[in-house]
């Protein structure tokens, strides 16, 4: 008996600190799914309240014969064993064979059907889509385009590497905030195209129900529909590589005037970075750039002062690949001289091309930079237009 | 369990005289002794538990607080994949193995195994793969290559594995050598089953855990190949330029995945057959009572078995597939839940009515019982389509399968231990650190786990090294109740070493009032080798 007693201890005790935890975190009506927030989500909610609730009952009732037996049918309470090891009369085969017709029906009509529903709804991408969305993973961030719009960016996590060591606190939005954030438009259907230039990635938003994986070399599509304006975030779901936990994505929904807006904004900067891709760029300029690039897209592998991990990543410093021409008489690129590997990548390696990534005033204030730092001293420069023309 | 108590117990039996065998070290390397090589399993398995455990504890510490404090990315991922490889691999597998070894002959009255010099090879060639396995994680300390395989125990990014460095060359030749040894294990349990059965001792009479380790052997006779192959062709896109995974060449990262699960999801099944095979023994054991629907459970494991096999791809349903693929994947997995639910319908029926009393295998028994009815429920919304996307590479699905893995397949492992320790030692163990044991174990692991499962629930994605500020106070708690979980098994080892040891009183044949079966007329410790005449069965 002390033994059922410390049986019962240790189911109030567990599902004690779960109700204490839920209530602080979106509550048991639910079962901690998040606030669904597109036709999708709500679907998928649907079906997993309705899920946990059978599940849940079903524990109970089993756990419940199993305690009663552990309670009664005890011998120290001098109860005498039955001997019967299979149904007999045609009462106890209708007892034997009851849960098993009840969990058919479970199955496939009280949880087949609405899955069926869900599942058709998910993959229907294409009708009434109002505009698309295409998503690029690679190792470790998502590249996003508007094709329609003709808008294009990379998104980075953005919480500083002190916060990630410990070294200041960690801020409110903790490995869950990005330098460009996805803008999206509500109520409108959004198909979502996406992409791996690398390895295999997912693309998850909680609250959006939906998540897919990136797969290079082939596409795939999902859609949302969202309802209601505001920061909704996940992460990539997919082990990648040591980035992986560094992948963040964060969408924020904004009414279709606040949407426009912001499409005319990013169009204007990027006619702006295209006029500057033309002009001639100064040395300081082309440095200043490059290490802003340089910590946010190399440093990650090539490390802080270009040191490299020793077996993983090469070390810039003093690199041969740095430390020497990489364009020929004619101005082309010298094959996996440092340009060529900037831009083209190093196939087999964690070395991507990123000529798809970076604009051209980034990738020439990079090379500049590498050129020029960590003890390297090439003292020449690439310019933007130079890049442009070689892509 | 030291060799001079099994020694020195079997000598005292002299109606045995064929007792005669090497002595020391060369006893163990060249033994072709079922009891011997059983007992070698058990003991490499336990080492490996112990091995992952501590690499999972080393995790855990890096997930108490959010920010990266014990160490970088690069090592969590080699840690965790380490621990998933270990213990699916090295660790459940073997210690099985083990006992049917031990167990088996002596359950269906044979001799010995059928294929007595396969078998010590199938052992000794375990532990090149476990060295293959861990050296690559010390070499990178001294500069050579960049660690241990990283991608998860699955190693299911194709691309990223071909990146990676020599880490998954190690695993590759370490899963061909696991391979290996568990086809030659496989073989031998159905040669052994089919020919070594004592006269009367017909296919339906024979203990469950045998049935189930029948169905065990061809499931690995069916998917070890298998995933032979995937790793081969990984081998050679990584080294000769082939393509099978590399969609530039023409090749399919998916594929991967593909043949990789036709391995992985029937290896579940490999898992928790053995386990399924001991609880009913030891429930009726305990409950006085004979084993319910013997017959229905014999069918179970042949249908889950079957129905195991053909369902890999629900570890696949946000990958993309074409619909009808993932509602054929959906509603195949669903149907598991029959035999699987038929098969705990039976053991809550032999406690039924039943005379109990509540030793540690039975403590044990009952909690692998509950923990894995746990384990299947929250597994049963798994595959559902639509909520998959919600569950998938989350610590929902970490939560589930450590239900599974831990509280079905370790459990019931411990159950057998505690159940044949007497048997296997002679002596008792000792009950209060048994029942401590137990308790120790079920608290923290259901704290751990069940939390585990709402942090996923809310988000928070597995192979993190680190996490969002919001599942802070959640996994400190399942930290601090995996530092309590792990601390709690070193008391397990001791008992047994305890045990072993000679302490405890001496037990007779029958260790358990009410336990049926050949191997329970054996002397405690059997002597080494055993029925050299068979018996006779009713």
């Given amino acids: 008996m002390k033994c059922i007693l410390r049986m019962t201890t240790l189911l109030a005790l567990v599902f004690g600190v779960n109700v204490a935890e839920a209530s602080t975190a979106g509550g048991l009506s639910t079962f901690w799914f998040p606030e669904a927030v597109t036709p999708l989500a709500h679907d998928v909610m649907g079906v997993h309240v309705e899920f946990f609730v059978i599940i849940t009952v079903l524990f109970f009732v089993a756990f419940g014969f199993i305690l009663y037996a552990i309670l009664n049918h005890t011998k120290s309470k001098g109860h005498k064993a039955a001997q019967f090891s299979m149904p007999v009369t045609k009462t106890q085969w209708a007892g034997f064979i009851l849960p098993f017709v009840g969990l058919f029906v479970l199955d496939y009509i ?25 998503v690029t993973g690679s190792q470790w961030k998502w ?26 606190a960690p801020g409110e939005n903790y490995l869950l905030e990005v330098d460009n954030k996805v803008m999206l438009p509500i109520n409108k259907k959004v198909r979502i195209i996406l992409m791996s230039s690398d390895v295999t990635h997912s693309w998850s ?40 936990p560094f992948m963040p994505i964060v969408v924020e929904a904004v009414t279709e005037d606040k949407y426009k807006e912001w499409v005319a904004q990013k169009q204007a900067e990027a006619a702006k970075l295209a006029a500057s891709s033309e002009q001639a ?19 990650a592998c090539h490390q802080a002062g270009g040191v490299g991990l020793p077996g993983v990543f090469p070390a810039l410093a003093g690199s041969k690949v740095v430390n020497s021409k990489m364009l020929d008489e004619s101005g082309k690129l010298i094959k996996d001289a440092h340009l060529d590997r900037v831009m083209n990548g190093k196939t087999g390696t964690a070395m991507q091309a990123f000529k798809a990534t970076l604009t051209d005033v980034d990738i020439a204030g990079v090379v500049t930079f590498e050129r020029n730092s960590f003890g390297n001293n090439m003292g020449d420069i690439v310019q933007p237009s130079q890049v442009k023309a070689l892509r | 369990m030291t060799t001079d108590t099994m020694h020195a117990a079997a000598g005292h039996h002299d109606d045995h005289h064929h007792d005669e065998h090497p002595t020391g070290i060369t006893r163990w390397l060249t033994s072709t002794n079922h009891k011997d090589i059983g007992l070698m399993y058990m003991i490499f398995g336990s080492l490996m538990f112990i091995v992952a455990g501590l690499l999972i504890l080393a995790v ?130 159905i040669v052994t089953i089919f020919n070594l059965r004592a006269p009367g001792m017909t296919m339906m009479k024979m203990p469950l855990f045998c049935w189930a380790w029948l169905v065990t052997s061809f ?86 078995g079957i129905l195991g096999s053909i369902v890999w791809a629900h570890h696949m349903l946000t990958m993309g597939m074409p619909l009808a693929g993932n509602l054929y994947f959906m509603y195949i997995t669903m149907s598991i839940s029959i035999p699987t639910g038929m098969m705990i319908f039976c053991w809550i029926a032999t406690i039924w009515r039943g005379s109990m009393t509540f030793e540690t295998p039975m403590l044990f028994a009952l909690g692998t019982m509950v923990m894995f009815g746990i384990g299947g429920l929250t597994g049963l919304v798994i595959p559902d389509v639509a909520a998959y996307a919600q569950y998938h590479a989350t610590m929902y699905v970490v939560g589930h399968f450590h239900y599974t893995f831990m509280g079905g397949a370790a459990f019931g492992l411990m159950a057998a231990t505690y159940y044949y320790l007497p048997k296997m030692t002679g002596h008792m163990f000792d009950e209060k650190l048994g029942k401590l ?102």
């Fill in chain 2, 219 to 304: 499931l690995l006779l069916l998917i070890i190949p298998v995933l032979g192959a995937a790793v081969t062709m990984l081998l050679t896109d990584r080294h000769f330029g082939t393509h099978f995974f590399i969609a530039a060449g023409g090749g399919d990262p998916l594929l991967f995945q593909h043949l990789l699960w036709f391995f992985g999801h029937p290896e579940v099944y490999v898992a928790l057959l053995p386990i399924w095979g001991t609880l009913p023994s030891i429930l009726s054991t305990f409950a006085r009572k004979p084993i319910f629907g013997y017959k229905m459970m014999v069918y179970d494991f042949w249908a889950i």
């Fill in chain 1, 110 to 134: 009280v949880m087949g059907i609405p899955a069926w529903h869900a599942a058709v709804a998910m993959e229907d991408t294409q009708t009434d889509a109002q505009m698309v969305l295409k």
């Fill in chain 1, 143 to 168: 590249q996003y385009e508007y094709p329609a719009e003709g808008i294009k960016f990379v998104s980075n996590m953005s919480t500083p590497k002190a916060q990630i060591d410990g070294k200041e």
């Fill in chain 2, 437 to 538: 044991h137990f308790w120790l174990s079920m608290i923290p692991f259901n704290i751990a786990f069940m939390l585990m499962m709402i942090v996923g629930l809310e988000g928070m994605p597995r192979f993190a090294s680190d996490y969002p500020s919001v599942y802070a106070s959640m996994n400190f708690i399942i930290s601090s109740s995996a530092f309590v979980l792990g601390a709690a098994q070193l008391i397990f080892f001791y008992n047994i070493i305890k045990t072993a040891r000679g302490n405890g009183a001496k037990v007779g044949d029958q260790v358990w009032e009410g336990a049926q079966g050949l191997e329970w007329t054996l002397p405690s410790p059997p002597p080494y080798h055993t029925f050299t005449i068979p018996p006779q069965v009713k």
């Fill in chain 2, 60 to 189: 855990r510490a890096e997930l108490l607080y959010p920010g990266l404090q014990v160490m970088q990315p690069e090592i969590y991922h080699q840690l965790v994949t380490l621990h998933g490889a270990i213990m699916v691999l090295a660790f459940v597998i073997p210690a099985a193995t083990g006992f049917n070894n031990y167990l088996i002959p002596m359950m269906i009255g044979a001799s010995d195994m059928a294929l007595p010099r396969l078998n010590n090879w199938g052992f000794w060639i375990l532990t090149p793969a476990a060295v293959l396995l861990l050296i690559p994680f010390f070499l990178q300390f001294f500069g050579i290559g960049d660690g241990a395989v990283a991608g998860g125990w699955t190693i299911e990014n194709a691309p990223l594995s071909i990146q990676a460095g020599l880490g998954i060359d190690f695993t590759i030749l370490c899963v061909h050598l696991l391979g290996l040894s568990s086809v030659t294990g496989a073989i031998n349990v």
């Fill in chain 1, 281 to 299: 760029w100064s040395k300081e300029d082309l440095m200043k750039h490059g290490a802003d690039v340089y910590d946010k897209v190399c440093a």
């Fill in chain 1, 205 to 244: 938003v909680p609250a959006f129900g939906v998540k897919r994986a990136a797969v290079p070399g082939f596409i795939r599509e999902m859609w949302v529909n969202i309802e209601k304006p505001g920061v909704y975030t996940g992460q990539c779901s997919q082990i990648c590589g040591k980035g992986h």
